[in-house]
């Protein structure tokens, strides 16, 4: 017995409000609250009858921390799961703590505007001093944990699926497979066409600032960076077939060097194709990935937020969306002194998500962890207090939960391993 106020109706947020109301009996009562409330109002709609869940809607700014507050009081809320963009991490955690709420999100802050100050000053000095520079990182939400511990919250971050389910496959790996822990390799492959030359599928601009920045790794208790998309490997992925994936920067290798700090190396991986890449270098080279507005015609443009009125909307690749993905992680370690090796990752079907929620794998597998860490929150499965990523709480329950609602595990003790 519930009440759940989520915030943000795009395409992750449509499938953990969906897969929410396929377990009514925790999930009572849900507020669907953004800051265009049509779209909560047109999913309410679709979802009436069908579901014993109680929804509401609202519209909320969330760049504005007291309308936050407002709609928290109002709706006295158990846990708030923010699934709109990184750029309200902030807003939302200070709303949470201002209430006495529990918090969650699927993706670590950064600023919508990176020419701010503060925030620049801030930035500029992590690049020196830890070594890498994507826009987003740990360090401001983390400056969060004496807050949320001595109000007694809870703050989840990152609980989509890279982050999210990656970090519980690797606290699976540490207790269950391993007793030492020496690499481990995340392998993101998305196998789908949508039949369009070039759609992101999932927020065009925090996708692209994404894959257009940089790459780095972690090794030997430092980063290495390297020009985005310099290290290139094939992989034949189980049920999708041989992609070729580059080395990326990613939120959860910040976090995991922290919390398992035995691991010698942690890298991520991303298959593109070779459309995707030659338009994403094109749109780079005349200026459509910048978020600096220029002025046009006597109006003032963001080129990253025009180009996305322009792509196709992700929410909407769904019916076109064909293959499949397959997400995981490849470990080394030792088990008993011996030398080891693990894989264990999902394959998700992109027409299987759209019959199921309307919706492609991407924003499928991003959903449905969203569900299932709300359901550790609110089952008191996981209690922690503080600001904690997924890999700091037990994966057991987590992982029968993905098992069981649409993202079962699939597990190999003799994988290939990437070079
Ligand atoms: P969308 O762009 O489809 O949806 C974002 C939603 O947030 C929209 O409903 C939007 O409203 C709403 N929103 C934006 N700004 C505000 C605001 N100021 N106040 C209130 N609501 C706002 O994004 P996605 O659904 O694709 O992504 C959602 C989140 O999931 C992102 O943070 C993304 O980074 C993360 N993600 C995480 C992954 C993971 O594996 N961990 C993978 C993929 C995504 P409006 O309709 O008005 O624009």
Aim: proline content about 5%.
């Amino acid at each position: 017995m519930s009440r759940v106020l989520v915030i943000g109706c795009g395409g992750v947020a449509n499938v953990a409000i969906r897969k929410c109301c396929q377990v009514s009996d925790v999930f009572t009562e849900l507020c669907i609250a953004s800051r265009t409330k049509s779209k909560c109002d047109q999913l309410a709609a679709e979802l009436q009858g069908k579901t014993a869940t109680k929804i509401t809607t609202a519209q909320v700014d969330a760049d504005h921390v007291e309308e936050v507050i407002a709609l928290i009081k109002s709706y006295q809320p158990d846990l708030v799961m923010n699934i709109a963009l990184p750029y309200q991490d902030l807003t939302i955690m200070d709303a949470c703590l201002a209430c006495g709420v529990n918090y969650m999100d699927t993706a670590n802050y950064e600023p919508e505007d990176i020419e701010e100050p503060e925030w620049k000053a801030a930035y500029e000095k992590r690049c020196k001093e830890k070594g890498f520079s994507a826009y987003f990182d740990y360090t401001w939400q983390w400056a969060y944990r004496e807050k949320f511990e001595k109000a007694g919250l809870t703050a989840l971050l990152g609980c989509g699926f890279d982050p999210g389910v990656t970090q519980a496959y690797c606290a699976y790996a540490k207790k269950h497979e391993f007793d030492t822990i020496d690499t481990i390799d995340i392998l993101d492959c998305n196998g789908g066409d949508h039949g369009y030359p070039f759609a992101t599928n999932f927020n065009p601009e925090v996708n692209l600032r994404e894959v257009s920045a940089p790459g780095s790794y972690w090794e030997d208790g430092h980063w290495v960076e390297i020009p985005a998309m310099s290290i290139k490997r094939e992989y034949h992925f189980d049920q999708v077939g041989e992609k070729d994936m580059y080395l990326l920067h990613h939120e959860e290798i910040e976090s995991l060097a922290e919390n398992i700090p035995e691991v010698k190396r942690i890298r991520f991986f991303m298959t593109f194709g070779q459309s995707y890449l030659t338009h994403m270098k094109c749109l780079e080279n005349v200026g459509m990935l910048s978020t600096t507005p220029v002025e046009f015609e006597g109006h003032q443009i963001v080129p990253i937020k025009f180009l996305k009125a322009l792509l196709p909307d992700p929410a909407s690749l769904g019916p076109r969306t064909h293959g499949k993905t397959n997400i995981g992680c490849i470990f080394t370690g030792k088990k008993d002194g011996k030398d080891k090796t693990y894989y264990i990752y999902n394959v998700c079907d992109h027409q299987e998500c759209y019959k199921e929620v309307a919706s492609q794998a991407v924003s499928y597998t991003t959903g449905v962890p969203a569900m299932c860490g709300a359901l550790m929150l609110l089952t008191g499965k996981w209690t922690q207090k503080g600001v904690h990523t997924v890999e700091e709480f037990d994966p057991d329950p987590f992982l029968d939960a993905l098992d069981k609602y649409g993202l079962p595990r699939s597990e190999n003790h003799n994988p290939v391993l990437v070079d």
